[in-house]
T-cell receptor, first 112, second 114 residues
Framework: DQQVKQNSPSLSVQEGRISILNCDYT??????FLWYKKYPAEGPTFLISISSIKDKNEDGRFTVFLNKSAKHLSLHIVPSQPGDSAVYFCAAGSGNTGKLIFGQGTTLQVKP | EPEVTQTPSHQVTQMGQEVILRCVPI?????FYWYRQILGQKVEFLVSFYNNEISEKSEIFDDQFSVERPDGSNFTLKIRSTKLEDSAMYFCASSEVRSSYEQYFGPGTRLTVT
């Protein structure tokens, strides 16, 4: 199932700089997109979401951008902190089913 | 802060045995889900559950799987006859409303089938 793809398996950034995580999707019926953060031995933690009727949503250091024409979304973390080091998953849903389709994840390392 | 809890954290079972994985969703949530993640692979949707009925299930969720909400707080996933390929992390999630998609996940149960 390749409907949601995160093409970068890993990303390394310096503390204080911007982290940009990317996600592409193929299903134009998706109407809701989410980002989750996951630490080892824990479940995914909800970070931020965006509806398809918007192109930007911001929550503190986290901003999600949605480009529907390109079927692309991104998560910006500014400024990045060492505690942000984790695996980040994008996920997408459609209709009213509650079913989420996840990407493969990107491992973010923020260096002090 | 309310959270989803899951027990056990790790379950080891022999092939062909039945296992029950347990979850306690967030108390005011009405929608419940199971996902799994095989090592090195994506998180995959298994099933959604609302009002004591399955709302949707994936192709993975075959006759060997069942879900139940036996009381007002627990939500269980049963695998009747485990296979080696059922070895995975199983995550329970819940949401207050279905349309929000903001699902809150438990810490997972690692199932190892030998």
């Amino acid at each position: 199932d390749q409907q949601v793809k995160q093409n970068s398996p890993s990303l390394s950034v310096q503390e204080g700089r911007i982290s940009i995580l990317n996600c592409d999707y193929t299903n134009s019926m998706f109407d809701y997109f989410l980002w989750y953060k996951k630490y080892p031995a824990e479940g995914p933690t909800f970070l931020i979401s965006i509806s398809s009727i918007k192109d930007k949503n911001e929550d503190g250091r986290f901003t999600v951008f949605l480009n529907k024409s390109a079927k692309h979304l991104s998560l910006h973390i500014v400024p990045s902190q060492p505690g942000d080091s984790a695996v980040y998953f994008c996920a997408a849903g459609s209709g009213n089913t509650g079913k989420l389709i996840f990407g493969q994840g990107t491992t973010l390392q923020v260096k002090p | 802060e309310p959270e989803v809890t899951q027990t056990p954290s790790h379950q080891v079972t022999q092939m062909g045995q039945e296992v029950i994985l347990r979850c306690v969703p967030i108390s005011n949530h009405l929608y419940f889900y199971w996902y799994r993640q095989i090592l090195g692979q994506k998180v995959e949707f298994l099933v959604s559950f609302y009002n004591n009925e399955i709302s949707e299930k994936s192709e993975i969720f075959d006759d060997q799987f069942s879900v139940e909400r036996p009381d007002g707080s627990n939500f269980t996933l049963k695998i009747r006859s485990t296979k080696l390929e059922d070895s995975a992390m199983y995550f329970c999630a819940s949401s207050e409303v279905r349309s929000s998609y903001e699902q809150y996940f438990g810490p997972g149960t690692r199932l190892t089938v030998t």
